[in-house]
């Protein structure tokens, strides 16, 4: 009787830290320590997490679940997404966005084919809050996104 107890008791403290562990590395600080290090690399200000853009783009991954499809949502905020492996987490999907780092040239203003527009809009002086979300989809992809108030990208403007 007492192994069995044992058994639970360690099974229950492993599942217990695994699944802090999961929540851990998918908290807002997580989410906000990766953008606002990409931020002040270039120095601008950091971005400051608001509970509203965090339920926006819950919702919206949870749209995306059931297809996982790369599509913006078409609402009123700036947004990145993404989709990966299925433990794929949060800092995960904005450190590759900031792989575009190098396809965006500062003296013209311009991208690389157009694949700088997720690091411009890390990056985006004017943003300053930002949510950001998870949604394990039906194939076992993980899709991600954030949200960032005021967007950014705006055409002719430069992010810093």
């Given at each position: 009787?007492?192994?069995?107890?044992?058994?639970?008791?360690?099974?229950f403290f492993i599942f217990s830290t695994l699944s802090f562990t999961c929540l851990a590395q998918n908290s807002p600080e997580d989410?906000?320590?990766?953008?606002?290090?990409?931020?002040?690399?270039?120095?601008?200000?950091?971005?400051?997490?608001?509970?509203?853009?965090?339920?926006?783009?819950?919702?919206?991954?949870?749209?995306?679940?059931?297809?996982?499809?790369?599509?913006?949502?078409?609402?009123?905020?700036?947004?990145?997404?993404?989709?990966?492996?299925?433990?794929?987490?949060?800092?995960?999907?904005?450190?590759?966005?900031?792989?575009?780092?190098?396809?965006?040239?500062?003296?013209?203003?311009?991208?690389?084919?157009?694949?700088?527009?997720?690091?411009?809009?890390?990056?985006?002086?004017?943003?300053?809050?930002?949510?950001?979300?998870?949604?394990?989809?039906?194939?076992?992809?993980?899709?991600?996104?954030?949200?960032?108030?005021?967007?950014?990208?705006?055409?002719?403007?430069?992010?810093?």
């Amino acid at each position: 009787m007492r192994s069995a107890n044992l058994n639970i008791l360690a099974t229950f403290f492993i599942f217990s830290t695994l699944s802090f562990t999961c929540l851990a590395q998918n908290s807002p600080e997580d989410f906000l320590q990766v953008h606002n290090e990409a931020r002040d690399q270039v120095g601008v200000g950091p971005l400051y997490w608001n509970e509203t853009l965090e339920a926006y783009a819950q919702n919206y991954a949870n749209e995306r679940s059931y297809d996982c499809n790369l599509e913006h949502s078409g609402g009123p905020f700036g947004e990145n997404i993404a989709e990966g492996y299925d433990d794929m987490k949060g800092s995960d999907a904005v450190k590759f966005w900031l792989t575009e780092k190098p396809n965006y040239d500062y003296d013209s203003n311009s991208c690389v084919n157009d694949e700088c527009l997720h690091y411009t809009q890390i990056i985006w002086r004017d943003s300053h809050l930002l949510g950001c979300a998870r949604a394990k989809c039906i194939n076992g992809w993980m899709f991600v996104i954030c949200s960032y108030d005021p967007p950014g990208n705006i055409i002719g403007q430069r992010p810093y």
